[in-house]
């Protein structure tokens, strides 16, 4: 996985003013786009697409203060087919205008080059399981919510807290098979996983394809395949985060299994009453790498 990341970003740089072919250099490496995605937002704490349109530019605004050619020139060098637009992403990233930094030489925000390697220290106990399961329903309620990648959502925290007490109740009545219990279900999540951007949140159970489910409830199918179970004990979501974080820099990089398209589901086990402490199981889709 290392090798193939550091390819991406040699990719990225011979082709800063092209579209890149992720797909390509994925399949090429013995992996998937979604994969090779998911574990570059995850280790370079960005999306792929926001590292490149720092790298274009970082590159771009020594074009544009040597002052050697004019900014259309430059815009369209660098994928651009209009000074405005190539303004908007330059000033996104140096909080300037691109006249005003040719004039006075800044303000710049570089973006270096990134460079990717495995360091593996253990320092975060990993409890695992690898689970083949055959194809299940998560139902439930559902919402779109925004993507906040550490500390409690207040989105989700919100629509849980709607529900009546003995929805909670109803809901785990109805639970048939695996992952049991009340469950946290994320869906839809874009492969950069941009921090902000929205994905799919069903707080429900898993039944059976077959289990009847009342028509008042959101529905998500999910196909038959092999799960990565990661179970972790300590303050919540802290302990929970810090595990799906390891999974990324620790797990992925060291074990020949790869990601593959599907909802993220995290089952509570036990936790205490105020849920400042809880034991869950991180349930991730995977494939052989």
Same mark, same amino acid.
């Given at each position: 996985m290392i090798p193939a990341l550091n390819q991406?970003?040699?990719h990225v740089e011979r082709h800063l003013s092209e579209e890149l072919d992720v797909r390509g250099l994925a399949d090429g490496a013995g992996t998937t786009e979604y994969h090779l995605r998911r574990m570059f937002s995850s280790l370079a704490g960005m999306p792929l697409s926001e590292y490149v349109r720092r790298r274009r530019m970082t590159v771009a605004a020594a074009d544009v203060v040597r002052g050697e050619d004019d900014l259309l020139s430059i815009a369209v060098r660098y994928g651009y087919g209009s000074t405005e637009a190539f303004g908007r992403a330059f000033r996104a990233v140096h909080g300037a205008v691109p006249r005003d930094v040719r004039r006075d030489g800044g303000p710049l925000r570089t973006?270096? $080059?990134?460079?990717? $390697? @495995?360091?593996?220290e253990g320092n975060i106990p990993?409890?695992?399981?690898?689970v083949d399961r055959p194809a299940f329903r998560l139902i439930g309620h559902a919402a779109r919510v925004p993507l906040i990648h550490q500390g409690v959502?207040?989105?989700i925290q919100r629509h849980i807290a709607a529900l009546p007490q003995e929805e909670h109740a109803r809901l785990k009545a109805l639970g048939d098979t695996e992952p049991g219990?009340? @469950?946290?279900?994320?869906?839809? @999540?874009?492969?950069?996983?941009? &921090?902000?951007? &929205?994905?799919?949140?069903?707080?429900?159970?898993?039944v059976g394809p077959d289990t009847p489910a009342p028509d008042d409830l959101d529905a998500v199918g999910v196909p038959a395949g092999r799960w990565a179970v990661f179970r972790s004990s300590g303050p919540y979501p802290a302990a929970l985060q810090t595990t799906w974080a390891a999974t990324a820099t620790e797990w992925f990089p060291s074990n020949p299994w790869r990601l593959r398209p599907g909802p993220s589901v995290v089952a509570v086990l036990e936790r205490a009453a105020d849920f400042s402490t809880a034991t869950t199981e991180l349930w991730l889709p995977v494939e052989p790498a």
């Open positions: 991406l970003v040699d973006q270096p $080059r990134l460079s990717f $390697r @495995l360091t593996v990993m409890d695992i399981r690898l959502n207040p989105h219990g009340l @469950l946290q279900v994320c869906d839809d @999540l874009a492969p950069d996983a941009v &921090e902000g951007s &929205e994905l799919t949140y069903l707080h429900g159970v898993a």
